[in-house]
């Protein structure tokens, strides 16, 4: 049977309230039933006691100095809550009984030597009997006085009891069944409504949030947590957005430079340094579509996050001298020089694969902007831990400046049409100096040159 979930509580609920109501009942029922029965028995003992004290003894017979009041105390309870009485002696002979036990006569245990209680079912009725030895002063038992009370009021308040119980039982469960199912059903109706609004959504609508309680309780944890899942979801998915429409932007412009060059072409028969001509134009286009799949990809794996950090110690002369080797063609063709001011046994604790991209980045884009016999310094300060690259190019213009590290920003210096671009490379040097916990700076003047400073920590 598949129960909704207000049920399954409301069933599970009645069940403990059923246990419980049965636990209570019983220790209900066992207090009254043993106070009934102390009430009887201390009825009982007050009679033998006032009995007591009308039995005088004569050696070892009985004496009933009282006997009228006997009969008087008997007569006079005999209708509404009759007293039976009984004596027998040490043979086991009735020697005196009340008048309202006629023929009959009170049951007794023989050889009785202490007092005893008990029950037993007299003329139809139930009765609590007491019986008590009748001891001479050194202690023989000459007889026993027997003196039985009715338990009619005390059967009865233990069945109305009962009655009441077992009619009560079953509306109480019903009645609890009914309300914990409501209270559930009302407990359970935020979940509903998080049902309905979250069945409205689907990939690509996602952008309305499902609608926090007034309560700050769990079902608002829920929400919020559901709301912070969709938040990244959406995040997520603008940035997958945002990337299809970058590389298609950024792939469009060289795809669009080589077909034109393809087109132009194949319309008629060339000279073959035309043909070479425009293969090379062909070859630096499909480089520069290489390069901006490759920054797109590191984009990418920034974007995801699947970058991990493993801190090294790193000589950074060797590192710089790495890229300066790499770079050293484009050097030469430009008559540029690249100035190493760093110690050699400078050794940093940093992740070997990330600064040297972030370096390689910065190296990159001296190289690329730099004037004809441009200059880059590269200077390791060890007080102050800062790497500064300077180079003299063109520099920055001011109202760039701060939009350099933004993605896809490309400040348009003159004359550098031709440099490869996408103004993915400071982005990306930016977002690793972050995950390295790297501070960098730019400062820049035009036609001076331009200054990068990046501050590594202890
Ligand atoms: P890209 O070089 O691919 O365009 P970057 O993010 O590396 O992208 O650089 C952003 C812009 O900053 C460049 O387009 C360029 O105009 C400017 N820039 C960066 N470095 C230098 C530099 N050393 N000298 C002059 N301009 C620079």
Not at 149 to 177: H, K, V
Not at 182 to 189: F, G, H, M, Q, T
Not at 349 to 366: C, H, I, K, P, Y
Not at 395 to 420: C, N, W
């Amino acid at each position: 049977m598949n129960l909704y979930f207000k049920n399954r509580i409301a069933l599970f609920n009645t069940l403990v309230a059923a246990v419980t109501m049965l636990v209570v009942f019983a220790a209900v029922y066992i207090v009254v039933y043993i106070t009934t029965y102390r009430h009887l028995d201390s009825n009982i003992l007050e009679e033998k006691e006032e009995l007591f004290s009308q039995i005088s003894l004569v050696g070892d017979s009985l004496v009933f100095s009282m006997n009228a009041e006997w009969e008087e105390l008997e007569h006079s309870r005999a209708e509404v809550d009759p007293i039976f009485i009984q004596m027998v002696d040490a043979k086991g002979t009735v020697i005196f009984h009340s008048r309202n036990l006629e023929n009959d006569q009170l049951q007794y245990a023989d050889s009785l030597t202490s007092n005893l209680f008990f029950n037993v079912v007299f003329n139809d009725k139930k009765i609590r009997q007491g019986q008590f030895p009748i001891k001479t002063e050194n202690g023989k038992i000459i007889g026993q006085l027997d003196i039985g009370i009715s338990m009619a009021d005390s059967i009865l308040i233990l069945t109305n009891l009962r009655n009441a119980f077992f009619a009560a039982f079953p509306l109480m469960l019903l009645f609890f069944y009914v309300v914990t199912s409501l209270l559930a059903s009302r407990s359970i109706a935020p979940v509903k409504k998080l049902i309905a609004y979250a069945e409205k959504m689907h990939y690509n609508n996602i952008d309305p949030r499902l609608p926090l309680p007034v309560h700050h309780d769990e079902i608002y944890q829920l929400t919020a947590t559901i709301n912070s899942l969709l938040e990244r979801i959406e995040t997520g998915r603008n940035r997958e957005k945002q990337i299809t429409a970058d590389i298609s932007h950024e792939l469009r412009t060289p795809l669009t430079s080589i077909k034109g060059t393809l087109e132009v072409l194949v319309r008629k028969t060339r000279e073959p340094q035309q043909y070479e001509e425009k293969v090379l134009q062909v070859i630096q286009e499909v480089d520069s579509i290489n390069h901006i799949i490759n920054q797109l990809l590191y984009l990418a794996r920034l974007d995801s996050g699947n970058i991990s950090i493993v801190k090294k110690p790193v000589k950074l002369y060797d590192m710089m001298m790495t890229i300066k080797n790499r770079w050293r063609l484009q050097m030469e063709n430009k008559a540029m020089v690249m100035q190493l001011d760093i110690p050699e046994n400078t050794v940093i604790q940093t992740d070997f694969g990330l600064l040297e991209m972030m370096l390689g980045n910065l190296v990159s884009n001296a190289v690329k902007y730099g004037h004809k016999q441009g200059q880059l310094v590269c200077h390791w300060q060890a007080d102050t831990r800062i790497l500064s690259l300077t180079d003299n190019g063109p520099g920055i213009p001011q109202e760039h400046l701060p939009y350099i590290f933004d993605r896809f920003y490309r400040a348009d210096i003159p004359g550098s049409s031709a440099v490869q671009s996408t103004g993915l490379g400071l982005y990306i040097v930016k977002m690793l100096a972050t995950i390295q916990g790297i501070q960098i700076e730019v400062s820049s003047q035009e036609n001076k040159g331009t200054q990068f400073k990046l501050h590594f920590n202890e």
